[in-house]
């Protein structure tokens, strides 16, 4: 069973352009949820999405969006990029709808600002 | 007072002993725990999942959960070099709407097993 597949791995951007970062979870998943991760900060939740409504945000700016699709397919979005954007983006994919099932995480994708 | 709290390390134990991983959370209603390891510059890879007060036990892996000290731990047994890595324990706190997909994480503990 494939896993959860994040496109692209890499990414390297300005500050003020904006990006769009894949992922695909596992078959039969239906729940994605996006993670940022920073040596400061950890892992620090931005979103969830089920059956493609997002059910729950983190506390990030509103430059940070994401969607989801019929196929359970996500993106996420960061428009405006800034400095502090730099991070590990990842995603990870459950069952779904309830609450507290284990999650499976991506290979998530390394973002890079200059 | 952060929300999960993991013992802050680095941990060092010596091949074949048993490694000890502990974490506190704020939140009383917290309701399903997870432990992940990570290596280096990969992403988190799930090793154990608990929901009920006791220990639940996988191949080498113990985790503990005692809710009413809002405390859960994991236990490598045997500890091998390739057990090297950061452990970071997850819990969603089963809150209804504000929980929907949300792990709340540790900062993680980095174990070193040496032969």
């Known amino acids: 069973k494939a896993g959860v597949t994040q496109t692209p791995r890499y990414l390297i951007k300005t500050r003020g352009q904006q990006v769009t970062l894949s992922c695909s979870p596992i078959?039969?998943?239906?729940?994605v949820s996006w993670y940022q991760q920073t040596p400061g900060q950890g892992l620090q939740f931005l979103f969830e999405?089920?059956?493609?409504?997002?059910?729950n945000k983190g506390n990030f700016p509103g430059r940070f969006s994401g969607r989801q699709f019929s196929n359970s397919r996500s993106e996420m979005n960061v428009s405006t990029l800034e400095l502090g954007d730099s991070a590990l983006y990842l995603c990870?994919?459950?069952?779904?709808?309830?609450?507290?099932?284990?999650?499976?995480f991506g290979d998530g994708t390394r973002l890079s600002i200059l | 007072q952060k929300e999960v709290e993991q013992n802050s390390g680095p941990l060092s134990v010596p091949e074949g002993a048993i490694a000890s991983l502990n974490c506190t959370y704020s939140d009383r209603g917290s309701q399903s725990f997870f432990w992940y390891r990570q290596y280096s510059g990969k992403s988190p890879e799930l090793i154990m999942s608990i929901y009920s007060n006791g220990d639940k036990e996988d191949g080498r892996f113990t985790a503990q959960l005692n809710k009413a000290s809002q405390y859960v731990s994991l236990l490598i047994r045997d500890s091998q070099p390739s057990d090297s890595a950061t452990y970071l324990c997850a819990v969603n706190s089963g809150a209804g709407g504000t929980s929907y997909g949300k792990l709340t994480f540790g900062q993680g503990t980095i174990l070193t097993v040496h032969p």
């Open positions: 078959s039969g998943h239906r729940s």
């Open positions: 999405y089920f059956s493609e409504t997002q059910r």
């Open positions: 990870a994919s459950s069952l779904g709808p309830d609450l507290g099932q284990p999650q499976h």
